[in-house]
């Protein structure tokens, strides 16, 4: 697919260098064009040979030469670069294929690099924010008293909003027909019951929380440990 020798993106994507980036490939083809266009006003005829075997010259590329390598000569008859002839279906699409291959390659290497700064960042911001185990265990212990405290209020608006669902349940007993019941009445059930709902979706949420604060630690001291081997 890639017959240029010169063509540095092309020897690139050959050669699957893992450290040469898809963008450097393209700056040295735009380099290597740039150059050929300086060569052009130094040609002074164009050959080529055909699956023949023939060999046709001229001032222009000869209609002969169509399809085939042409090469570029001074006056003196130097070989000053090379065209290629246009690529066939299948070898543009093979090309293309490669690109695209090269192009995703490139991207998990960058990603790979990013995830890998990141990581080396909070190693670095771990061992700044600990200076043993006992610490993290010290800053675990704060987060679940934290959690712990304010699960213990949730709780005790709950046990106010259950004696409450109580006191209005009373009320509502001396109404043997619901639409007997005052409208202000009916209200305040909805809402302590909605509210109550709302209570005790929080309180599940700060028990959760625990869990998740468990778990966090436990990979800080984990990670700790494996930064400082185990000291």
Do not use: W
């Not at 042409?70 to 070989?79: D, I, K, N, Y």
């Not at 065209?83 to 995703?104: G, H, N």
């Not at 259950?162 to 059930?189: I, N, W």
Request: charged letters at 35%; a positive charge.
């Amino acid at each position: 697919m890639c017959r240029t020798p010169v063509l540095a993106a092309c020897a690139l994507l050959l050669a699957g260098t893992p450290d040469a980036t898809l963008a450097q490939a393209k700056s040295d083809e735009a380099k290597e064009k740039a150059r050929i266009n300086a060569l052009r006003a130094h040609v002074r005829s164009y050959r080529c040979v055909t699956k023949g075997g023939r060999k046709y010259y001229g001032s222009t590329i000869p209609a002969q030469c169509t399809g085939e390598l042409v090469e570029a000569l001074s006056a003196q008859g130097t070989l000053l670069f090379r065209i290629e002839p246009p690529l066939t279906p299948e070898q543009r699409a093979a090309k293309a294929a490669e690109e695209k291959k090269a192009e995703a390659a490139e991207a998990a290497k960058r990603e790979a690099q990013r995830a890998a700064e990141m990581q080396s960042r909070r190693d670095r911001a771990l061992l700044q924010t600990y200076t043993d185990e006992e610490d993290i265990e010290r800053v675990r212990q704060r987060a679940l008293a934290s959690n712990r405290q304010a699960a213990e209020q949730v709780e005790v608006r709950i046990a106010q909003l259950k004696q409450r669902q109580e006191q209005l349940a009373k009320q509502a007993e001396k109404y043997k027909d619901a639409s007997e019941m005052p409208h202000k009445l009916e209200q305040d059930v909805k809402a302590v019951d909605y509210d109550l709902s709302l209570q005790e979706r929080l309180l599940e949420s700060r028990k959760r929380e625990a869990a998740e604060i468990n778990a966090r630690y436990d990979e800080e001291k984990r990670k700790y440990r494996e930064l400082t081997g185990g000291k």
